[in-house]
């Protein structure tokens, strides 16, 4: 009698459990141009023009409001949309009624990303909310990931429901860049999931050391199990007339370009179980210093199976679905290429790296170049 108590509880558990999430399918590289509110041109001709030019830079995401005839120009173009449901139309919680009615409507449909409901600081009063909001969201639409995005990693790991989490950090002007992606990798890890990262488009200055600057923020923080990529919304990417790349949409085009190239594998490799670095003799502004390894980064432990014989790198450690260990070196210096030796306690069977140009892997023959503001896969079968 009582197992079958048990079983009928059991019953009742998961029927009131929220469906289980949705993983999302690419790196999201992705045009924002703000949240909570239509920002983006309501001319069909004007958005066109605009999809256009992002996709010219790369990108692959756009958040904005859904609107059917949006869906349809961004399929022809080869972009997702993230729905936004914190504008007033279709917002989570202030008209639950019409967000439900929209995520329900867009089950299984291939032109969405995911479903964005939060992109701000998160409090002890609510994250109740948050998940509150996030489960709706997945019981409506369980076929596309839920997202929620916090400042500095505060208070994100606390909340339920979610498929996809993210941050802002704008460490150049800011520091904390090491902490905050600790931060983020411990919740990837607990959650199962990667995360996003919401930073500055101006890190530098335009059209000179921008792209490297910006590019180390990201290409640093794909070790560590990032999946993809926000700008801040007040950077003119594209004139406001013309729609046509400006001088910062080129810096960023760039910079995408480095991570579109290699954005399937890093979807195939989930997150990280450890992050480790060498010692560094130049800093990020490529300043020499004391060589040591960075305060908050972990050096190589004794007698770990592999080591990074010469160049300056940090490196995260992941496993493909086949179980083979897959490398992710990003460059510590986001002015000069690396050339990078590695060594191995044991001879494994084979080391390949991924040819970004070619879109495919081949064998590894003596140095890896990881270029300044850039990452490299190796992987290695052991």
């Known amino acids: 009698m009582s197992h079958v108590r048990s079983l009928a509880l059991l019953a009742l558990l998961l029927a009131a459990a929220p469906a289980p999430g949705a993983e999302p399918k690419a790196f999201a590289l992705v045009y924002n141009h703000g949240y909570s509110g239509d920002n983006l041109p309501t001319d069909k001709d004007q958005f066109e023009a605009l999809v256009k030019s992002a996709r010219a830079a790369h990108f692959n995401v756009i958040l904005c409001q859904y609107e059917p005839w949006r869906a349809e120009i961004c399929k022809k173009h080869g972009l997702l949309i993230f729905v936004d449901l914190l504008v007033p139309a279709h917002h989570v919680y202030k008209n639950p009624e019409a967000a439900k009615k929209l995520c329900q409507s867009l089950k299984g449909n291939e032109t969405v990303y995911g479903y964005h409901i939060w992109s701000d600081n998160i409090t002890d009063a609510t994250v109740p909310g948050r998940t509150r909001d996030a489960k709706s969201v997945r019981e409506w639409d369980d076929t596309h990931p839920v997202y929620v ?68 923020t990201f290409a640093t923080s794909v070790p560590f199990g990032l999946k993809g990529i926000f700008y801040h919304f007040s950077a003119d990417i594209v004139d406001k007339k013309t729609f046509a790349l400006t001088a910062l949409g080129e810096d960023l085009k760039k ?116 270029e300044d503001h850039g990452v490299e896969l190796v992987r290695v079968t052991r």
């Open 149 to 216: 995005g916090t400042t500095y990693m505060n208070r994100v790991n606390r909340v339920e429901g979610y498929d996809l989490f993210g941050y802002y950090d704008f460490h150049w002007k800011r520091g904390g860049h090491w902490n905050h992606l600790n931060k983020a990798l411990a919740t990837a890890q607990a959650k199962k999931f990667g995360f996003l990262r919401y930073d500055d488009a101006v890190s530098g200055l335009v059209g000179k050391g921008n792209p490297n600057r910006v590019g180390y």
């Open 255 to 370: 910079v995408n370009a480095r991570f579109a190239s290699v954005g399937d594998e890093l979807m195939k490799i989930g997150v990280p179980t450890a992050v480790y670095s060498t010692a560094l003799s130049r800093d990020a502004k490529n300043d020499p210093v004391p060589l040591a390894v960075p305060a908050g980064l972990k050096e190589f432990p004794k007698g770990h199976w592999f080591r990074v014989a010469r160049g300056e790198v940090l490196v995260g450690q992941f496993a493909d679905p086949d179980t083979r260990d897959v490398l992710v070196f990003a460059n510590h210096n986001p002015y000069e290429s690396q050339q990078v030796e590695l060594k191995f306690a044991a001879a494994p069977k084979a080391v390949e790296f991924f040819d970004r140009a070619a879109k495919k892997w081949a064998p590894l023959k003596g140095a890896l170049t990881v």
